[in-house]
């Protein structure tokens, strides 16, 4: 593989991680505030759609983005009256605000704009444009002839829109405000025992309101960077579910922001591997082999547990094998190359979140205070 | 000491969530320019006027009755199920598998098999969560979630690839073969001479919808293992201590929920499409939850509430048809039947426990 | 009368529902003393505290704090005010260290790092002043049940309080932790603090305050000098009418073995030691009453010999050994063996609180043959039935089987679980804490109920805090420390002070003791005290 096909692979893991890193430090705020955050997807897709509109309809994109951030904050705080004023269900909030977001940008869009559920294109200053840094090369002929370090600059470095260079720089941010700040103290220990928080004199609502907010903030963000940067404008569900790989990322990232960001550039890479190779091979005999060698793992581990690890476990693992023995006869030879369905790399997140909470590679462990809603008690 | 009357938590705070859903439902339609009294009118006369619209709304209620019973069951083991969706889909799959590839002499048969195939599947497709969730105490809000978008991969796999007759490009199967299509309500009135629900969709499987009512109502209050959940579900602790096994209740409850699930299969696939498409479900997994809540996790709400989800969907077709609001309104409304009966509970709930705890006292000091 | 009160309430009123849980309260407290407030459970005395800590709002009445009139809408205001509050289940953050559980919300400025410095200088000279030595970068769920106490005061004095409350601070603690605590609160108030401390125990009001007021039901019965009163007064007021003290009892007859367990252990999911080699015997027509600090493994041996916990040893019922292989859930055959079991926290294990009556009485016997109509379904009006006659038989109050269990008083509910365990005539009766927010009427029904059982001959298991309800009621005593067994005693040749030792893991109690001896040996155990109820 040449190096710049893997600059370029970079550069499209680095688009691809920037909503997914951004819309998991919003979802990492909330929860580490102890409110659960399933609907990360609809704030995202009601900032898209609005930051979109308004880019239109304004000109400016920094308008967009702010319009954007406006209306997720709208819905955090929908989320928050239901579930810290009205102690709802978290859950279940969340589920009707992804709802809401995805009735909504349809049947406003199509009002709006009668463009059947989508915004017009934007172009010019509606959108954020790349910024090259200086020294970069912006030609696709000169980046081919420069030399490695250049092409890294070029094309890896340079050549973002603001929102990404932002994105990245929240990393270290939301790290500095949890761990170094007196309103991180307090957000990381009202997501873990309210009452502390509470009976040292501190508004347990008004805390978890901000955590929310900032959820919101964040969430406006990530939306506004797919309409107004990564693309040209809204389409109907264009979020494609980001909001939920964001939440699998928050997960697998063990609730630390330096770890989201690790994680969402590897969700990143698997997308961006997803669109650049439409057939990824693998010779028969290794996915056999994994196969094969998932099963015995499962059967080993289940043999000395209960009997309902052993129906489960060896349930999937029969499933397993017979998905090997379906492409032993099912090739011509073990050593050709079978293709990679590209809905198994497109479900790896999902399936790799799985992995994560079942514990079997690093136990996951959520705030304490998690999904409850504070009720005072002695 | 209760709060307030029963007949209030089952029927007045369900109805008054509802009432503010359509207004706020109503501001919407009036924001984008419409009329919202000519639109209920015309959800109204589009979705019940009518033994057509009857037969489509119905055939909507027979989705939601699966899918909420469901989420009803599980969450009587304080399990929140929600998978649906993806079960549903995989239940898909295991009729598809039955009608396609094995020649049915008899649509009765085939039914039969139909529904066994797909609660099989669909609770297979739970059993990873519940086993994740019993042995491993992962999330199972979280691993149904992500369920949900493994299931939609691997369909979309199978149906690409696998499933797809040779020449074609549509991701979906071939039709069902004679044998394997069920009876319309329509077929079944036409014995009787009757002309009821003219081609329309609604056919047995409504019935069958309303047979797993009747059991789920025997199963969770008549019989043992429906005691064993709702101990589970109410104390986790409790249940323990009475020698009632967590594992094997949330195994068991959750392989019935996605059964439960599954079977909605038989009435979208076999009794409508009568093939397997890619999205066939089309959010009705998610729309049990809102089914559920609505009809307090009771088969009689659940019941009630899967007819007003029916008559949302067929209205909001026809005002999709008829005028130039989108179908997506129905989304709309049903987030914020969601958030009001689900979320916002309390919203209702506080004033009017006040309001019943003010008529008390009066009542008290006469 | 010199100086203003530090605390002056008035008429203070506060109603949960119908439940009047505060009626017309006044009550004053002078700087620079310990003042007790005593009750049963249930009496009132948290809910006045929480309204002086500004948790609740009273319904009506006044605050004076140092002789102006305060309001306290919030734990803010009442930090402002100079009052600090020890509540029973601490408020702490379990994965945060001491120091950042001390400054939270006391923070100077909106970084971190200066308040944890200032901190640090702070909390080692509040140690020096006081004698509260913790370590500032501990982690709170890594240090014991009494360490965490400690930075709850330390959490009030770092916020300058000048009143500190005291919610049952001792019921976490061993006696010797709790002869340090009370040192350290006579050290703070010749400091000049002012102290509450909201007990159920009359000794402990009789050692360390100066004046006491005693509450019943909501209402402030009286308001004592402590010097001039005795405990059964002060009995008498917190209940309105003579208690004994003491269970009549004839002496056992003790027969055959009904329970022999061996070299018991339990290992939690931390890998913690719950229960070490214990071995013991309970014989029919006897009460064999287990001692102890709550969290020193009682409730494991409990839940083992209940079927919902795994365990390694053996175990023999009627001289048959139990399988303890994957035994985390084997209640059914436990009860089929013929032992019941009364559990420590009726509201968590004993009853589903959102069920019937009725349903709650098929509760754990719910495979009974008499309560099945079919194969498949329940006989939910014979289960009626039964219920109705039970309630009756134990005078449950009121008897309706068609009310949820919550809807009954604690005395009552524990009724309910007394007469489901106690008809099914086992063998082997456990029982856990049985009068645990009992009120007094009740407890003595109680009483009488399992000492009948003994009496018919059946084998019983006690396990309790409250050593006076151990040492009446026991024929046996075996006290446990650390999930082990220090020793058996025969009540009627121990005293409370060997009891005391044997609680604190001191085995030779003829010697006596130094408290750091004592200390030393709390602070190698290592059971993690942390999880108790209430």
């Not at chain 1, 081919?144 to 990404?164: F, K, N, R, W």
């Not at chain 1, 293709?339 to 462990?365: D, E, H, M, N, R």
């Not at chain 3, 009485?361 to 039935?385: C, K, W």
């Not at chain 3, 009552?412 to 007394?418: A, C, E, F």
Request: with cysteine; net charge negative.
């Amino acid at each position: 593989m040449e190096f710049l096909t893997i600059i370029q692979i970079g550069d499209s893991t680095i688009r691809l991680a920037i909503p997914l890193l951004l819309a998991c430090l919003a979802g990492l705020f909330s929860e580490r505030a102890g409110i659960f955050d399933i609907g990360l997807e609809g704030k995202m897709l009601a900032a898209a759609f609005l930051a979109a509109a308004i880019s239109f309809v304004s000109g400016s994109a920094w308008i967009g983005l702010l319009a954007g951030i406006t209306i997720s904050i709208l819905l955090s705080i929908i989320h928050g009256l239901a579930s810290i004023t009205f102690r709802g269900n978290q859950l279940i909030s969340g589920v009707a605000i992804n709802f809401l977001a995805a009735g909504l940008t349809v049947v406003v869009a199509q009002s709006w704009f009668s463009q059947g559920s989508r915004t017009p294109q934007l172009s010019g200053s509606a959108r954020f444009e790349p910024i090259v840094l200086p020294g970069a090369l912006s030609r696709m002929r000169e980046i081919m002839e420069a030399s490695p370090m250049a092409q890294l600059y070029s094309e890896l470095i340079s050549g973002h829109t603001i929102i990404v260079y932002i994105g990245f720089l929240a990393v270290p941010l939301s790290w500095w405000i949890l761990y170094r700040t007196r309103f991180g103290l307090r957000l990381r220990a009202v997501g873990e025992n309210p009452a502390a928080v509470d009976t040292a004199g501190i508004s347990v609502v008004r805390l978890r309101f901000a955590a929310v907010a900032i959820a919101g903030i964040l969430c406006g963000i990530a939306g506004a960077y797919l309409s107004t940067a990564l693309q040209a404008g809204f389409t109907k569900d264009m979020t494609a579910n980001r909001g939920f790989i964001a939440l699998a990322a928050l997960i697998f990232a063990k609730w630390r922001p330096w770890y989201a960001m690790g994680t969402c550039l590897l969700f990143g890479f698997f997308f961006a591997i997803d669109n650049r190779f439409q057939n990824i091979q693998m010779p028969a005999l290794w996915f056999v082999i994994i196969c094969v060698a998932l099963a015995a793992g499962m059967l080993f581990y289940a043999i000395r547990r209960t009997r309902l690890d052993m129906v489960v476990l060896g349930g999937f693992a029969v499933v397993l094998l017979a998905v090997a023995v379906a492409v032993v006869f099912g090739t011509e030879s073990l050593s050709a190359g079978i293709k990679l369905p590209t809905q198994l790399t497109q479900s790896l997140p999902y399936i790799l979140t799985v992995v994560v909470l079942a514990g079997f590679v690093g136990k996951a462990i959520p705030p304490r205070a998690g999904g409850e809603a504070y009720v005072k008690e002695r | 000491m209760q709060k307030m009357p029963a007949w209030a938590d089952v029927v007045l705070i369900p109805l008054i969530s509802v009432l503010l859903a359509s207004i706020i439902s109503a501001i919407v339609i009036l924001a984008i320019g419409e009329n919202p009294w000519a639109a209920l009118k015309l959800m109204v006369s589009g979705a019940v006027g009518s033994s057509y619209g009857w037969g489509y709304t119905l055939y909507y209620a027979t989705n939601f009755i699966f899918t909420g019973l469901a989420v009803a069951v599980a969450f009587h083991a304080r399990l929140f199920n929600i998978g649906g969706e993806g079960q549903a889909m995989l239940g898909g799959l295991g009729v598809a598998l039955i009608c396609l590839y094995i020649p049915w002499p008899h649509w009765t048969l085939a039914l039969l098999f139909a529904t066994a195939s797909s609660a099989l599947f669909g609770a297979l497709w739970a059993a990873i969560p519940a086993y994740l969730q019993a042995t491993r105490g992962s999330h199972i809000v979280i691993t149904t979630i992500m369920f949900n978008f493994i299931a939609s991969g691997l369909l979309n796999y199978l149906l690409g690839n696998q499933l797809k007759p040779s020449g074609q490009m549509e991701p979906a199967t071939a039709s069902f073969p004679e044998p394997a299509h069920l009876p319309t309500l329509n077929d079944i009135a036409g014995l009787f001479g009757s002309d009821l629900f003219r081609s329309t969709p609604v056919n047995v499987t409504l019935l069958i919808g309303l047979v797993a009512c009747v059991l789920v109502w025997f199963l969770i209050w008549r019989t043992r293992l429906g005691y064993e959940i709702r101990a589970y579900g109410h104390s986790e602790s409790a249940a323990r201590y009475a020698g009632i096994s967590p594992n094997r209740i949330i195994m068991i409850t959750l392989l019935i929920s996605g059964g439960l699930a599954g079977m909605m299969a038989i009435n979208n696939v076999m009794g409508e499409a009568e093939r397997l498409v890619l999205n066939a479900v089309e959010g009705a997994g998610f729309i049990g939850i809102a089914v559920a809540l609505m009809g307090r996790n009771h088969p009689v709400g659940v019941l009630m509430a899967a007819i007003l989800f029916g008559f949302l969907y067929q209205g909001g077709a026809e005002l999709a048809l008829w005028t130039s609001i989108p179908r997506e309104l129905i989304i709309v409304i049903q987030a914020l039947v969601i958030m009001f009966t689900g979320a916002l509970d309390n919203l209702v709930r506080w004033p009017l426990e006040r309001v019943f705890a003010a008529t008390r006292s009066t009542r008290g000091a006469e | 009368m010199s100086a203003a009160p530090a605390i002056e309430l008035k008429g203070i009123s506060k109603a949960f529902g119908p439940v009047q849980a505060n009626k017309d309260i006044s009550i004053r407290v002078m700087p620079g003393t310990i003042h007790g407030i005593i009750g049963e459970n249930g009496a009132g005395k948290s809910t006045l505290m929480s309204i002086l800590y500004g948790f609740y709002k009273a319904d009506a009445g006044e605050i004076f704090i140092n002789g102006q009139k305060t309001e306290i809408p919030d734990s803010q205001a009442a930090i402002a005010s100079g009052i600090g509050m020890v509540f029973q289940h601490f408020k702490l953050v379990e994965n945060f260290t001491v120091l950042e559980n001390i400054i939270l919300g006391a923070e100077d400025g909106a970084l971190l790092r200066p308040s944890l410095a200032k901190a640090r200088d702070e909390l080692k000279s509040l140690a020096e002043e006081y004698g509260l030595n913790v370590d500032p970068d501990a982690v709170i769920e890594d240090i014991g049940v009494g360490m965490q106490q400690r930075v709850e005061i330390l959490k009030a004095l770092y916020r300058q309080a000048d009143i500190l409350i005291l919610d049952e601070p001792t019921g976490v603690l061993t006696p010797a932790e709790a002869d340090q605590l009370f040192r350290i609160l006579e050290r703070l108030k010749t400091e000049g603090k002012t102290i509450v401390l909201i007990t159920h125990k009359l000794r402990e009001i009789m050692d360390i305050t100066d004046t006491v007021s005693v509450m019943r039901r909501g209402e402030m019965t009286a308001t004592v000098k402590t010097a001039d009163t005795s405990p059964p007064e002060l009995a008498e007021l917190m209940v309105g009418r003579k208690v004994l003290l003491r269970v009549e009892k004839v002496p056992a007859k003790p027969g055959e073995k009904v329970l022999e367990v061996r070299n018991l252990n339990v290992t939690d999911d931390k890998g913690v030691h719950r229960l070490k080699n214990v071995s013991f015997d309970v014989r029919a027509g006897e009460i064999l009453g287990i001692a102890g600090v709550a969290g020193n493994g009682q409730s494991e041996l409990l839940e083992v010999l209940g079927g919902y916990e795994e365990a390694t040893g053996t175990i023999r019922v009627n001289g048959q050994e139990i399988d303890l292989s994957g035994a985390h859930s084997d209640g059914q055959s436990r009860r089929a063996r013929g032992i019941a079991h009364v559990p420590e926290d009726r509201q968590r294990e004993g009853l589903i609180m959102d069920f019937f009556a009725w349903e709650n009485t098929a509760f754990g016997y719910h495979h009974d043959p008499a309560y099945q109509q079919s194969r498949l379904l329940m006989d939910n009006n014979a289960i009626r039935e039964e219920t109705a006659a039970k309630m009756e038989r134990f005078d449950v109050r009121p008897p309706n089987p068609q009310l949820m269990a919550k809807s009954f008083s604690g005395g009552n509910q524990q009724k309910i679980v007394l007469a489901r365990e106690i008809e099914r005539n086992p063998d082997l009766l456990l029982v856990g804490q049985p009068t645990r927010g009992v009120d007094i009427g009740a407890i003595e029904f109680i009483h009488q109920q399992i000492v009948a059982l003994r009496d018919q001959g059946k084998a019983i298991l006690l396990v309790s805090v409250e050593l006076d309800e151990i040492v009446s009621l026991s024929d046996r005593i075996a006290v446990m420390f650390d999930g082990q067994i220090m020793g058996e005693r025969l009540p009627e040749e121990t005293n409370a002070q060997e009891l005391g030792l044997l609680m604190a893991g001191i085995t030779d109690t003829d010697r006596p003791h130094s408290v750091a001896e004592i200390e030393e040996n709390l602070a190698n155990a290592g059971v993690g005290r942390a999880e108790v109820g209430d």
